[in-house]
Every structure is written in C-alpha cells, then in structure tokens.
C-alpha cells in the first residue's frame, strides 16, 4: 500500500527571499491509485514535525477503513523542504560546497514550500486535487496553495490553522529559537548541534500545544507530593522523544517558516485575498487552542465565499486537530454531503 519516493529536482530553484537552492529533493508517500477520470486525488499538507507518511500522525483520517482509504482514493503526501525526513534540508549536501549546509541553508517560506510542492504535482501527473487538507503549519501550505493556483483544488480542509501568523504564535517561536541558541553547541557544524536546546524548545513548544486544563487532567499531582512531578517528568520525556527522531536545523528553519506566513504580503488586504478561494471551504477549530485560538479559523471562514465553520469541543487544545479523530470525520462527512453555489 505505502509508495515512499524521492523526487529530485536538478534546476536551481530561487526562493522567495532571493536566495537560491541549486536544487533539492522531496520524499514523498503515496496510498492507492489514480483512477482514470483522474479525480480521486487527496493531497495532505504536514504540520510542524511530521514527515510523508500521514498515516503514522492521522491515523484516525487516514488509511484502511478511514475517512480517506487507499481502496477509493490516491493519496499524496510530501515532507517539505527543510524538514527531516527525507527532503532537502541543512544537513543535506550542499552541491556548490560539497558539505551539508548547517546553518547556511536559506530562509525557506511557506510560498517556497508550496511552490516545490507544485512542481512535484506536476511530476506525478496530477492536474485535480479533489481534496487539500492540512493542520496547523500544514493549513498555511493548503491556504497558500488554494490561492496560488485557485483553479486546482476542488475541496479545501483546514484544521487549526491561521491566516497570517499572530504576534503570540511569532513569541512563542522565538522563544523555542533563543532556547537553541542558547545551547553552545549550536556554532559547531555538525548533525547534533543544538540538540540539547532543541529538547528545551520542544518543551516550551507543548505548553503553546496543550493548556492548562489538558495538564491538569494528564498531568496531575499527588496529595502532598512536593517534587518529582508527572509535568517534571512529561516535558523532558517530550524533548527527549523529539530528540530522538529531529535535528535543530530543521526546527530552526521550519518555526521561521511558520513566522513567515502572510497571505496579504504582496497581495493586498487578507480579507480580499481569502474573498479569491474558489475551493468549497471547510474550516476546523478546536475549542481549547491557546497557539491557533478559534477565532484565526472563525476569521479564515468568514472570508473565504461560502465557507462553513466548525469548532470542536476538546481539552487537547492545539493537538486537538492530532487527537480528536472521531469528531473530525463526522464534521467533514457531514459538511462533504452539502453542496455549495459559487458564481463564475
């Protein structure tokens, strides 16, 4: 079922901020096949640190006798440009130097992301995309994506997502950044630089990802208790976790990423660049997001011509859009069932 590339792109490829890649490489996983009206696609954007294999971080959406199963669909997802898992990133090979680039790899935004993305859609053949869905930092690619090219997606779904990114979403970033910088081996040019300060931003990271109601009722603490608490032990497990399986490279580069998104840069106001969607809308909060508040999503949807909104009632906060899967599937199925009028 599971089909993981590597798509090589050999052109140099010129970024938004006028740096340039003389090339790079997407992984990318797809499930299923193209039918041959060629209107079965399902493109799935990542968040933050996940990778091309949605099954692995949707498994409630995505998969056998899911929502989206291979048997009916053909489904795409690609790890982005700076990220781990496969794609170009800084501790790829440079081809100019012959050396991983570190910290010299390019300010990467979510226009140059959504632009290689495109190019891959090319490659596969792929000229309808019946469904575009993604979460969070995934959301901004699907937005970015819906207004680049207006004409390509049929069905948009965004899950916790925002519009442009807020001041309070920028602190928290910085914040996670001033935690790597702050590790001394983060100058040193090799893989694990920065580890250490990674596995604290990580850490400041979860407390933007859940709230204080998720720790009260996961994290409690006993009667009496006055030192090794359940929160002690639960935020340098999740950095550890983290460390095991990223770089601090690609969370430098992708929390910049985030930072960048700005569907009005260039563009004009944000209002009337969303009023430009022609995808059927479906916008996604969760109740409790502290990171990506509701009223980011209730914004999006009120913009974007004949949007509907819905809002999920979860303690999980920003992972809610991770974890509340049943909810999830009986709001898009429902929403899938209505049709929707658009003048030409």
């Not at 041959?36 to 091309?52: L, Q």
Request: net charge negative.
């Amino acid at each position: 079922m599971e089909n993981q590339k590597i798509f090589r792109y050999d052109e140099p490829f010129k970024l938004e901020s006028g740096q340039w890649l003389p090339e790079f490489e997407l992984a990318y996983t797809t499930f299923g096949q193209l039918n041959p009206a060629m209107d079965n696609v399902i493109w799935v954007c990542h968040a933050f640190t996940g990778n091309a294999n949605p099954t692995d971080w949707w498994n409630g959406l995505i998969g056998e006798k899911r929502l989206y199963n291979p048997s009916e669909h053909f489904i795409v997802c690609a790890n982005i440009l700076g990220s781990h898992y496969g794609s170009t990133n800084a501790l790829s090979k440079n081809p100019i130097t012959g050396e991983p680039y570190y910290h010299d790899f390019p300010f990467v935004t979510i226009r140059d992301v959504v632009r290689s993305l495109d190019i891959l859609r090319q490659h596969l053949g792929i000229y309808k995309i019946n469904t575009l869905l993604g979460g969070s930092l995934g959301g901004q690619q699907a937005l970015e994506w819906a207004i680049i090219q207006p004409d390509l997606i049929e069905n948009l779904i965004l899950f916790s997502t925002n519009a442009i990114h807020s001041p309070w979403g920028i602190a928290f970033n910085e914040s996670q950044r001033m935690a790597i910088a702050a590790d001394p081996s983060w100058t040193e040019r090799h893989a694990k630089a920065g580890m250490n300060g990674m596995k604290v931003a990580r850490s400041i990271a979860l407390l933007s990802y859940r709230n204080y109601g998720t720790y009260n009722r996961t994290q409690s603490r006993d009667e009496g208790q006055v030192d090794f608490f359940r929160a002690n032990t639960y935020q340098n497990y999740q950095g550890e976790k983290l460390g095991k399986r990223f770089n601090a490279f690609s969370y430098w580069t992708l929390s910049k990423m985030f930072d960048s998104h700005d569907l009005g840069r260039g563009r004009g106001k944000v209002e009337d660049v969303l009023a430009g969607i022609r995808a059927k809308t479906l916008v996604i909060g969760i109740s409790s997001d502290v990171l990506f508040p509701p009223e980011e999503q209730a914004f999006i949807a009120k913009h974007i011509p004949e949007a509907h909104y819905a809002l999920i009632e979860s303690l999980y906060g920003h992972d809610g859009f991770l974890i509340e899967f049943e909810a999830m599937t009986e709001t898009i199925t429902n929403w899938s069932k209505t049709k929707v009028y658009k003048e030409n």
